[in-house]
T-cell receptor, first 116, second 112 residues
Framework: EPEVTQTPSHQVTQMGQEVILRCVPISNHLYFYWYRQILGQKVEFLVS????????KSEIFDDQFSVERPDGSNFTLKIRSTKLEDSAMYFCASSETSGRPSYEQYFGPGTRLTVT | GDSVTQMEGPVTLSEEAFLTINCTYT??????LFWYVQYPGEGLQLLLK?????DKGSNKGFEATYRKETTSFHLEKGSVQVSDSAVYFCALGLYNNNDMRFGAGTRLTVKP
Protein backbone atom coordinates (compact mmCIF):
# COMPACT_ATOMS: atom_id res chain seq x y z
CA GLU A 1 0.00 0.00 0.00
CA PRO A 2 1.39 3.45 -0.87
CA GLU A 3 2.59 5.47 2.07
CA VAL A 4 4.07 8.82 2.93
CA THR A 5 7.70 8.64 3.98
CA GLN A 6 9.76 11.15 5.95
CA THR A 7 13.45 11.58 6.58
CA PRO A 8 15.22 11.77 8.90
CA SER A 9 13.28 10.08 11.67
CA HIS A 10 15.13 12.15 14.26
CA GLN A 11 17.07 15.38 13.79
CA VAL A 12 19.09 17.09 16.48
CA THR A 13 20.26 20.63 15.80
CA GLN A 14 21.61 23.61 17.65
CA MET A 15 19.60 26.75 18.16
CA GLY A 16 20.01 29.15 15.25
CA GLN A 17 20.82 26.47 12.72
CA GLU A 18 18.81 25.77 9.60
CA VAL A 19 17.10 22.42 9.20
CA ILE A 20 15.35 20.81 6.27
CA LEU A 21 12.82 18.09 6.87
CA ARG A 22 12.02 15.87 3.92
CA CYS A 23 8.90 14.09 2.86
CA VAL A 24 7.92 11.93 -0.07
CA PRO A 25 4.14 12.09 -0.49
CA ILE A 26 2.07 9.40 -2.14
CA SER A 27 2.80 9.60 -5.84
CA ASN A 28 -0.62 10.48 -7.27
CA HIS A 29 -1.49 12.95 -4.54
CA LEU A 30 -1.78 16.63 -5.32
CA TYR A 31 -2.06 18.30 -1.92
CA PHE A 32 0.67 18.32 0.67
CA TYR A 33 0.69 19.40 4.29
CA TRP A 34 2.92 19.89 7.27
CA TYR A 35 1.74 19.56 10.86
CA ARG A 36 3.62 19.62 14.11
CA GLN A 37 3.05 18.09 17.50
CA ILE A 38 4.88 19.49 20.47
CA LEU A 39 5.45 16.75 23.01
CA GLY A 40 2.25 15.95 24.85
CA GLN A 41 0.19 18.50 22.94
CA LYS A 42 -2.23 18.43 20.08
CA VAL A 43 -1.36 18.12 16.43
CA GLU A 44 -1.28 21.58 14.84
CA PHE A 45 -1.60 22.53 11.21
CA LEU A 46 1.29 24.48 9.71
CA VAL A 47 0.81 24.76 5.97
CA SER A 48 -0.82 23.27 2.92
CA UNK A 49 0.66 23.26 -0.58
CA UNK A 50 -0.89 22.76 -3.97
CA UNK A 51 0.22 23.42 -7.51
CA UNK A 52 3.63 24.60 -6.35
CA UNK A 53 2.37 27.23 -3.98
CA UNK A 54 1.13 27.60 -0.46
CA UNK A 55 -2.64 27.39 -0.31
CA UNK A 56 -3.07 27.95 3.41
CA LYS A 57 -0.88 28.54 6.42
CA SER A 58 -1.42 28.95 10.11
CA GLU A 59 -0.14 31.62 12.47
CA ILE A 60 2.65 29.26 13.48
CA PHE A 61 4.05 29.30 9.96
CA ASP A 62 5.98 32.54 10.15
CA ASP A 63 8.90 33.85 8.10
CA GLN A 64 11.24 31.30 9.64
CA PHE A 65 9.43 28.53 7.81
CA SER A 66 9.31 27.73 4.13
CA VAL A 67 8.17 24.82 2.01
CA GLU A 68 9.26 23.62 -1.36
CA ARG A 69 8.67 20.86 -3.84
CA PRO A 70 12.12 20.77 -5.42
CA ASP A 71 11.35 17.91 -7.78
CA GLY A 72 8.49 15.61 -8.69
CA SER A 73 8.63 13.55 -5.54
CA ASN A 74 9.99 15.44 -2.53
CA PHE A 75 8.26 17.99 -0.35
CA THR A 76 10.42 19.84 2.16
CA LEU A 77 9.96 22.01 5.22
CA LYS A 78 12.79 24.39 6.02
CA ILE A 79 13.24 26.17 9.31
CA ARG A 80 15.72 28.97 8.76
CA SER A 81 16.95 29.65 12.28
CA THR A 82 15.71 27.11 14.76
CA LYS A 83 14.53 28.04 18.23
CA LEU A 84 14.16 25.84 21.27
CA GLU A 85 10.40 25.98 20.92
CA ASP A 86 10.61 24.44 17.45
CA SER A 87 11.37 21.12 19.11
CA ALA A 88 8.47 18.91 18.11
CA MET A 89 7.39 16.01 15.95
CA TYR A 90 6.75 17.20 12.42
CA PHE A 91 4.30 15.25 10.29
CA CYS A 92 3.97 15.44 6.56
CA ALA A 93 0.66 14.48 4.97
CA SER A 94 -0.75 14.25 1.49
CA SER A 95 -4.18 13.92 -0.04
CA GLU A 96 -5.46 13.07 -3.46
CA THR A 97 -7.89 15.93 -3.56
CA SER A 98 -9.09 18.72 -1.37
CA GLY A 99 -12.29 20.61 -0.97
CA ARG A 100 -14.68 17.72 -0.98
CA PRO A 101 -16.28 16.22 2.10
CA SER A 102 -14.61 12.82 2.01
CA TYR A 103 -11.03 13.87 1.39
CA GLU A 104 -8.53 12.01 3.51
CA GLN A 105 -5.03 12.96 4.49
CA TYR A 106 -2.37 10.28 4.76
CA PHE A 107 0.30 10.97 7.33
CA GLY A 108 3.94 10.04 7.38
CA PRO A 109 5.67 8.59 10.45
CA GLY A 110 7.04 11.98 11.48
CA THR A 111 10.42 13.57 12.08
CA ARG A 112 11.32 14.31 15.65
CA LEU A 113 13.20 17.60 15.75
CA THR A 114 15.20 18.38 18.86
CA VAL A 115 16.70 21.85 19.15
CA THR A 116 19.41 22.22 21.79
CA GLY B 1 -13.76 28.90 15.14
CA ASP B 2 -13.87 25.33 13.92
CA SER B 3 -12.54 22.99 16.55
CA VAL B 4 -12.69 19.62 18.19
CA THR B 5 -12.88 18.87 21.89
CA GLN B 6 -12.16 15.39 23.08
CA MET B 7 -12.06 13.69 26.42
CA GLU B 8 -8.64 14.03 27.91
CA GLY B 9 -7.01 11.05 29.44
CA PRO B 10 -5.25 9.15 30.33
CA VAL B 11 -7.71 6.29 30.18
CA THR B 12 -6.70 2.96 31.71
CA LEU B 13 -8.81 -0.12 31.11
CA SER B 14 -8.53 -3.83 31.64
CA GLU B 15 -8.52 -6.13 28.64
CA GLU B 16 -12.01 -6.84 27.27
CA ALA B 17 -13.48 -3.72 28.88
CA PHE B 18 -15.77 -1.37 26.96
CA LEU B 19 -14.21 1.81 25.62
CA THR B 20 -15.76 5.21 24.99
CA ILE B 21 -13.74 8.28 24.12
CA ASN B 22 -15.90 11.37 23.76
CA CYS B 23 -15.45 13.87 20.96
CA THR B 24 -17.53 16.94 20.17
CA TYR B 25 -17.00 19.46 17.45
CA THR B 26 -17.77 23.04 16.49
CA UNK B 27 -17.94 23.85 12.82
CA UNK B 28 -19.52 26.52 10.67
CA UNK B 29 -19.89 24.20 7.70
CA UNK B 30 -20.44 20.49 7.24
CA UNK B 31 -17.30 18.72 8.32
CA UNK B 32 -16.02 15.26 7.76
CA LEU B 33 -15.00 13.62 11.01
CA PHE B 34 -12.08 11.32 11.66
CA TRP B 35 -10.43 9.29 14.34
CA TYR B 36 -6.68 8.84 14.06
CA VAL B 37 -4.55 6.55 16.19
CA GLN B 38 -0.91 6.99 17.13
CA TYR B 39 0.88 3.90 18.42
CA PRO B 40 4.03 4.41 20.48
CA GLY B 41 6.86 5.71 18.33
CA GLU B 42 4.77 5.86 15.19
CA GLY B 43 2.91 8.42 13.13
CA LEU B 44 -0.80 9.05 12.75
CA GLN B 45 -2.92 6.36 11.19
CA LEU B 46 -6.48 6.86 10.08
CA LEU B 47 -8.71 4.60 12.16
CA LEU B 48 -12.13 5.52 10.78
CA LYS B 49 -14.09 8.35 9.28
CA UNK B 50 -17.60 9.62 8.57
CA UNK B 51 -18.50 12.23 6.02
CA UNK B 52 -22.09 13.13 6.81
CA UNK B 53 -24.68 13.06 9.56
CA UNK B 54 -25.72 9.60 10.79
CA ASP B 55 -22.81 7.92 9.01
CA LYS B 56 -21.07 5.29 11.08
CA GLY B 57 -17.36 4.72 10.62
CA SER B 58 -15.93 1.40 11.72
CA ASN B 59 -12.61 -0.39 11.66
CA LYS B 60 -10.82 -3.02 13.77
CA GLY B 61 -13.80 -3.26 16.12
CA PHE B 62 -13.92 0.49 16.70
CA GLU B 63 -17.02 2.49 15.78
CA ALA B 64 -18.10 6.10 15.78
CA THR B 65 -21.35 7.67 14.61
CA TYR B 66 -21.59 11.21 13.25
CA ARG B 67 -24.29 12.87 15.36
CA LYS B 68 -25.22 16.26 14.02
CA GLU B 69 -27.86 16.91 16.69
CA THR B 70 -25.30 16.57 19.47
CA THR B 71 -22.26 17.61 17.34
CA SER B 72 -20.48 14.48 18.51
CA PHE B 73 -18.38 11.65 17.13
CA HIS B 74 -17.67 9.42 20.11
CA LEU B 75 -15.30 6.48 19.63
CA GLU B 76 -16.40 3.10 21.02
CA LYS B 77 -15.10 -0.42 21.16
CA GLY B 78 -16.86 -3.29 22.85
CA SER B 79 -13.81 -5.21 24.03
CA VAL B 80 -10.38 -3.60 24.08
CA GLN B 81 -7.09 -5.46 23.77
CA VAL B 82 -3.62 -4.68 25.06
CA SER B 83 -2.63 -3.91 21.46
CA ASP B 84 -5.15 -1.04 21.40
CA SER B 85 -2.93 0.95 23.76
CA ALA B 86 -2.21 4.17 21.88
CA VAL B 87 -3.15 7.84 21.65
CA TYR B 88 -6.43 8.51 19.85
CA PHE B 89 -7.12 11.80 18.09
CA CYS B 90 -10.47 13.08 16.94
CA ALA B 91 -10.25 15.42 13.95
CA LEU B 92 -12.43 17.34 11.56
CA GLY B 93 -11.92 18.35 7.98
CA LEU B 94 -13.92 21.05 6.30
CA TYR B 95 -15.13 21.16 2.75
CA ASN B 96 -13.59 24.53 2.00
CA ASN B 97 -10.44 24.25 4.07
CA ASN B 98 -7.27 22.32 3.56
CA ASP B 99 -6.25 21.86 7.15
CA MET B 100 -7.52 19.34 9.63
CA ARG B 101 -8.35 20.35 13.18
CA PHE B 102 -7.26 17.87 15.79
CA GLY B 103 -8.33 17.30 19.34
CA ALA B 104 -5.79 17.13 22.12
CA GLY B 105 -5.56 13.35 22.00
CA THR B 106 -6.56 10.71 24.52
CA ARG B 107 -3.98 8.22 25.75
CA LEU B 108 -5.43 4.75 26.23
CA THR B 109 -3.61 2.08 28.20
CA VAL B 110 -5.06 -1.41 28.27
CA LYS B 111 -3.77 -3.75 30.96
CA PRO B 112 -3.85 -7.53 30.71
Amino acid sequence: EPEVTQTPSHQVTQMGQEVILRCVPISNHLYFYWYRQILGQKVEFLVSFYNNEISEKSEIFDDQFSVERPDGSNFTLKIRSTKLEDSAMYFCASSETSGRPSYEQYFGPGTRLTVT
Amino acid sequence: GDSVTQMEGPVTLSEEAFLTINCTYTATGYPSLFWYVQYPGEGLQLLLKATKADDKGSNKGFEATYRKETTSFHLEKGSVQVSDSAVYFCALGLYNNNDMRFGAGTRLTVKP
